[in-house]
């Protein structure tokens, strides 16, 4: 690890400050992915401000049915969280099939929306890597890909967004609050968070320079059956091949997000309105565009017949 | 008690008369040219040295007081600094759960947390668990069941069982609990995936999963 200085900060609004005061700092929350990527210098921030005691942890009722869930509130605590469980779960399965119990004891719901892709030239700071470092190449395209995206790539990067977490997010609309340096709060619905990677692939989220994540509100609940289903190499403890976020609503109508296929959770209103017809017109929609490479068009398949799954169980 | 900049200290200059005991000068020189920066992580690369940060915690019930880089991770403050070596460096990046150890009541990778993040945090490693005289009940099942080959993994997967059965006994549910609204059940799929986080490279698992289930009670 290159070696920072540490603060702990006191409010939202001066963990902000700081962060846009100081050249290179970084929010430190649970910390399992960014002291991953320190210690493989694939991170190298000079100044650290841990946000961890500014009360950022709990989970409350909004005046409209909804729930606000503090940024700092742990991936377990979320997942386990009675009415998360009973109205949101598709968010509590999704975070239950991430990481393992020690690490979702840590992990928080802002550092789970920010972590960082797992492509492996990302984390080989021997390969030219855009993201890594902007300019030098992508090592992906024409390499290794099979974990890879099939959709919202370009040619500077086919990176995945890696999150379970996020891609419950997006089904369920949520909307992500945050408090900006100069103190100016603002919320971002969850379509919009995550960037799509184009020339600039460094460039993940639209938060801005020491923007800090508050919290994520979600609406009040959709009804209807929630599944997720993560199809991966091991039945635990791995990330996703391809992941769906789906709720059912009785009569066949429902949403539909996918995870492990493109840089960010993958949804689409038109594809959605071919719910009751079955999973082949949504994934023609919802996929249409595709440029899978080689390794990794198996994932096209994969993610329709993962959707026929789940629109195959009951329905409440 | 010895902070670990004078430990630091202590075992540079037994491993500089070590070597100086070999008569290698050059290698002497270079062992001692090591301790230039004061107190770096055994895991950090020297470099430009960070002002060290005190923090107080407490560990196996004793308060303790470090004044630390700010890089060390728990883990390291720790083995390095503590003397604490039952914890264990596995992969040092969260994938394999050897360095586990409880944190405020919880199961954590101490190798993916900063030292400095724990003011006031109360820490419980496998020295803290029981003694060789009076083992924990998940330590004696674990001796029983033979849940270990070459131990590595061991003191991870225990620290880990024992609070994967407070997570049971709490309500928290699983990636393969079936009803989200119920109590999770107690059975081995339970087991295995709430243990899916600790890697045991010689393969006990179903040895550590009879332990897990004698101690929860189950008939083994
Ligand atoms: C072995 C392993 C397996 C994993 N498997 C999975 C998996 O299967 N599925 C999955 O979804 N995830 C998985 N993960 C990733 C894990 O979910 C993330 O590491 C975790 O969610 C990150 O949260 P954190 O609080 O620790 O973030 P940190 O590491 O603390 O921070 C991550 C980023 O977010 C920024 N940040 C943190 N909080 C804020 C804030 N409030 N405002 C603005 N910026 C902020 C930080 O500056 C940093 O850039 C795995 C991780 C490991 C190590
Ligand atoms: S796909 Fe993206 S993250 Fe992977 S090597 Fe290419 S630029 Fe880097
Ligand atoms: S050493 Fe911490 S998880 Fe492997
Ligand atoms: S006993 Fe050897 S790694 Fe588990």
Redesign the interface.
Known sequence: MKPFTYERAASPAEAASAAARQPDARFIAGGTNLLDLMKLQIETPAHLIDVNGLGLDKVEPTQDGGLRVGALVRNTDLAADARVRRDYAVLSRALLSGASGQLRNRATTAGNLLQRTRCPYFYDTNMACNKRRPGSGCSALGGYSRQLAVVGGSDACIATHPSDMAVAMRVLDATVETVKPQGATRTIPIADFHRLPGDTPEIETVLERGELITAVTLPKPAGGTHHYRKVRDRASYAFALVSVAAIVQPDGSGRVALGGVAPKPWRSEDAEAEMSRGAKPVMAKLLAGAKPTEENKFKVPLAERALAAVLAEPRG | MATPRENDVKRRTLMAATVATAAVGAVAARAGAQTTPPAA?P???A?????T?KVSFTVNGKPRDLDL???T?LLDALREGLHLGGTKKGC???QC?AC?VILDG????SC???A??H?GGEITTIEGLGTPEKLHPMQAAFVKHDGYQCGYCTPGQIC?AV??LE?IE??????V?AD??AKPALDDAEL???M???ICRCGAYSNIVEAIGEVAGRKA
């Open positions: 992580s895991s950090s690369p470099g430009a040295a960070a002002p940060l880089d700010p890089r991770t040092d990046h969260g759960g586990t919880r199961r954590i990778n993916l947390t900063l400095v993040m003011q880990s609070a994967v997570e709490a309500g928290i549910p699983s990636h609990t989200l609204n295995r995936e709430r899916s986080g600790n």
